[in-house]
């Protein structure tokens, strides 16, 4: 499967995405509570992003901002340039034809997000034709075969016809990749996509995506609270704590020259990396935070 290109779209330099002064507020009775402020950062096509930090830190918030599906009662300021638009002036008949079909996102929790009462080839078949009027089932079902083998689900043609609850966890992470590669994306935002994966099945699915990317040419946005992650996948690092962005820059920088005391912190807390064998060991470090920056 190959990206599709927007005939004509117009171009911001390299920039797949660029953020700026993207700030994200609830209202409360002592003012407006701001989970993410004044936000920046770029994507260029084809690129990867990691953008990590605790929970609260805002991650998760930027990532639904830039699909806008962001929870009632959420302010949000600031801009958000997809592919040369600015998405955040687009009316909501408008920010459907592109969420889910140029911008495809991926949630942390496959069995929650996939109905258990329909085959997961028909959540992938029905998520497609809602995008592609016209489509028959056969045209729609043939996608949904082709993607689940793209994520190398095997004899794809009988298991399309299976139950959710008949996949294992990696599995059904894999239907939701597969879902979202069968509308070729130009942008995938992952959020969590391995938190509840043992070790093996982590680094298969993040294997996977860096394959996805690298065979679509689609931007790649990785949320995660876990630094070891992102060290599989991404090229550039934005940490984020507290609704800011404390650090960014490439991630090999990142990990060798981190210039903030919490980055540093949350490097302390990636598992261990057995040299010989290739795989992240179960133990890790416990993160002590100093009062200071608690």
């Known amino acids: ?143 949904a075969i082709e993607a689940m083998e793209c994520v190398h689900i095997a004899d794809a043609a009988r298991r399309v016809d299976h139950y959710p609850h008949e996949f294992s966890g990696g599995m059904r992470q894999r239907v939701m990749i597969a879902m979202a590669l069968s509308m070729e994306p130009e942008l995938i935002i992952a959020d969590e996509p391995t938190t509840a994966l043992d070790v093996t099945v982590q680094a298969q699915i993040l294997d996977l995506l860096t394959e996805i990317r690298q065979d679509t040419g689609a931007g790649l946005i990785l949320i995660t609270h876990d630094l070891a992650v992102v060290s599989e996948v991404a090229d550039e690092i934005v940490v984020m704590r507290g609704g800011r962005l404390v650090e960014r820059g490439p991630a090999e920088r990142i990990f060798t020259d981190p210039r903030e005391e919490y980055t540093r912190l949350l490097l302390d807390a990636v598992p261990r990396i057995d040299d010989e064998i290739g795989q992240l060991r179960t133990a890790t470090v416990p993160v002590q935070i100093p009062e200071d920056l608690q």
């Open 1 to 143: 499967m190959t990206t599709r290109t927007e005939p004509g779209a117009p171009a911001v330099g390299d920039d797949l995405l660029r953020v700026r002064d993207l700030t994200i507020g609830f209202a409360g009775p002592s003012g407006t509570n701001e989970v993410v402020q004044h936000l920046d950062f770029d994507l260029p096509r084809g690129g990867a992003l990691g953008i990590v930090g605790e929970s609260g830190s805002g991650k998760s918030m930027t990532s639904l901002a830039i699909m806008d599906l962001l929870p009632p009662g959420a302010r949000r300021s600031g801009s958000i340039v997809f592919q040369g638009a600015e998405i955040t002036d687009l009316r909501e008949p408008q920010m459907r034809a592109v969420r889910g079909d140029r911008i495809a996102m991926i949630f942390q929790d496959p069995l929650s997000s996939l109905n258990p009462y329909y085959t997961v080839g028909m959540q992938i078949e029905e998520a497609y034709r809602s995008h592609r009027a016209g489509v028959t089932r056969k045209a729609a079902r043939k996608v």
